[in-house]
């Protein structure tokens, strides 16, 4: 392992990054997932309540999108590559006339970003009927579950489809009663047959999965409060670990096919739900408040004002300066109109990276001791071509200061943060990572730190990618444990 020379970096235009520095990870920190959304609500615009829905979940997934509405007699889907207002048109939308449907937008952890991998995945089952599934999450056991099925599967959803499908004989209801149990991993999901919505969560609850209902009396269910808010829904709980819900003309039911062992994912409340998602008691934005605040008390400095990376670094920027009496002010501005889709296609776009994305206010940071609020260093690039930008627009002093702990370990419940390889946090101290990235100082929230600004107790909490303790097995995983140094040949 060799570390790139850091003399001269920080002074350094953008294009003097040390030979052997791939830039092609640049802005690219952990990528969401995906969103999932379900309605019944006969007599209402399902359709457009979905995209609506999915609208407001884009963050979690902005690969692919689609729609499958059923009218009580046949399921029709829609669905393609590309953000939710890509894939459908008022025309579209129109012709998906129904009573219930289901909605994805799509990240891909597993499978690339192709029409087919898109969602919801649609089968035809023994009985002559149908079903469509949207899953966020991911499973560990697809490889062994596939053997199962004639047709190989391409991605663990396809797998999830495959065998509930095949098991849907007597009906949908009892086919994922006997499914859910030999399903190892993570899974939100949505699924409906033409008369019927179903919702379940894996025994961990690893992603979330939330249930409202309408005034007019129909039900949603969504990943996050904003997809309930959006359509007018009120809250009513989450789906449960271990629970399966049915929607119908009879209201809602429930049972359960495994005991509930929460392991809710940590990260979710650092980085990946919207700031005004709520859940088990708890304010995503209010939990990121506190961890600025604690960051504060953990790691105070001498300093001007205090700036977040946006979006995610925003609550805990207010948070931390709040709490060391420092003024706030936003001295980087996000192009909100650059997707994915838009930096992908092209090596040399790629390598504008970050200036894509964030843009220094010169005015705001400028002779200034900066403390810069993020949300997480994955392989570090982003942070160090951050700092220099920020130098290049005058700041005196960057002080970083993050509201995760190092990312040691890659996520197998379908977060895309990187290989273990790849993380900056999995070898390296905090020093070494502070040289790399050209700050000042820096500082990662504890572990304890964290798990206090959050409701949750650190037993009901998936803390793998920080402490390696996996809740859910994963096979082959302790033999990749200290194999990897970071290597920064690969990032
Ligand atoms: S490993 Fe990290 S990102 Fe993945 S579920 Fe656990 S806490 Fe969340």
Not at 90 to 115: I, N
Request: with cysteine; aromatic share 6%; glycine share 10%.
């Amino acid at each position: 392992m060799q570390q790139p020379p850091l003399d001269g970096v920080a002074d350094a235009g953008l294009d003097a990054l040390p030979e052997g520095v791939d830039l092609a990870g640049y802005g690219e920190g952990p990528r969401e997932e995906c969103g999932v959304f379900g309605i019944y609500a006969p007599g209402e615009d399902v359709a457009r309540l979905t995209y609506f829905g999915l609208y407001a979940l884009q963050h979690r997934g902005q690969e692919a999108a689609g729609i499958a509405v059923s009218d009580g007699r046949r399921i029709v889907v829609h669905k393609d590559t590309g953000l939710v207002n890509q894939v459908f048109t008022d025309t579209g939308l129109a012709a998906l006339e129904g009573d219930l449907a289901v909605g994805h937008c799509r990240y891909s952890t597993t499978g690339g970003s192709t029409w087919v991998n898109a969602q919801p995945q649609y089968r035809e089952t023994p009985a002559g009927g149908g079903l469509a599934l949207g899953h966020n999450g991911n499973l560990v056991n697809t490889a062994e579950l596939a053997r199962e099925l004639d047709e190989p599967p391409s991605n663990d959803s396809e797998v999830m489809a495959g065998l509930l499908a095949r098991d849907a004989d007597v009906s949908l209801e009892e086919a994922i009663l006997r499914t859910a149990p030999r399903l190892t991993g993570a899974f939100s999901v949505v699924v409906m047959d033409e008369n019927r919505l179903y919702a379940f969560r894996d025994a961990n609850g690893v992603r979330p999965l939330q249930i409202g209902r309408l005034p007019a009396g129909g039900w949603v269910v969504a990943s996050e409060t904003a997809g309930l808010q959006i359509v007018g829904a009120v809250y009513v709980r989450d789906v449960a670990p271990g629970e399966l819900v049915c929607i119908d003309d009879h209201g809602l039911t429930s049972r359960r096919f495994a005991p509930p062992t929460p392991n809710f994912c940590l990260f979710e409340w650092v980085y990946l739900a919207r700031p005004d998602h709520r859940q088990d008691g708890g304010s995503v934005l209010f939990a990121r408040r506190q961890m600025g605040r604690v960051l504060a008390q953990e790691a105070p400095v001498d300093a001007d004002i205090v700036i977040p990376v946006p979006e995610a670094g925003r609550d805990a920027a207010a948070g931390y300066a709040a709490e060391a009496g420092l003024p706030f002010a936003d001295g980087l501005v996000k192009n909100r109109y650059v997707g994915r889709t838009f930096i992908q296609p092209s090596q040399s776009l790629r390598q504008l990276g970050i200036r894509l994305k964030l843009s220094p206010v010169q005015e705001v940071v400028e002779g200034k001791r900066l403390v810069v609020v993020d949300d997480s260093i994955v392989r570090g690039n982003t942070s160090r071509q951050l700092i220099q930008m920020l130098r290049s627009a005058g700041a005196a002093e960057v002080h970083l200061r993050i509201t995760s702990p190092p990312i040691k370990n890659p996520c197998y419940y379908g977060i895309d943060m990187a290989t273990r390889a790849e993380l900056i946090g999995a070898d390296l101290t905090v020093d070494e990572i502070r040289d790399f990235v050209g700050a000042d100082s820096l500082h990662f929230i504890s572990l304890d730190g964290l798990i206090s600004s959050t409701p949750h107790q650190k037993k009901s909490l998936c803390r793998a990618c920080f402490d390696g303790e996996y809740p859910i097995p994963v096979p082959g995983e302790h033999e990749h444990l200290a194999q990897f140094k970071f290597d920064f040949d690969t990032v």
